[in-house]
């Protein structure tokens, strides 16, 4: 009687499993530490629009809106360059206008220093 060997069957291995095996344990070690830098980065990301700015406290504009919308066009915007922008002051809030630039990257230069219940945004 010829018995015909049958080759041992492999297991069949998921994509997960399949991907790991082919990058190695290397592979897994630069994986990880990859996703570590990148969840670091993420989370600590956001560079100073205003390097050095400190804003007044909020008590001494809080209650003078003419004087928020000065401190705006005379300390903020200038050291805006890339936006063109306007405040005046109508009624209980600052208005900025973004004339020309990003509107959402202004937006959220000024709302790093000052409280977003003071200014209202409006497209130029």
């Not at 399949?18 to 630069?30: H, Q, T």
């Not at 066009?73 to 405040?87: G, K, M, N």
């Amino acid at each position: 009687m010829n018995e015909e060997k049958r080759p041992a069957q492999q297991e069949k291995l998921t994509a997960g499993q399949a991907f790991v095996r082919s990058i190695r344990p290397a592979g897994c070690a630069l994986f990880l530490v990859l996703a570590v830098l990148v969840t670091a980065l993420c989370l600590t990301v956001g560079r100073d629009p205003i390097p050095g700015y400190q804003p007044p406290e909020r008590a001494s504009y809080e209650n003078d809106l003419p004087v928020l919308a000065q401190v705006l066009r005379e300390q903020v915007f200038p050291a805006l360059p890339d936006y063109e922008l306007t405040a005046e002051v109508t009624g209980d809030t600052v208005t900025v206008t973004v004339e020309q630039g990003n509107f959402a990257a202004a937006r959220s230069a000024i709302l790093r220093y000052f409280p977003e219940d003071l200014i209202t945004f409006e497209r130029g």
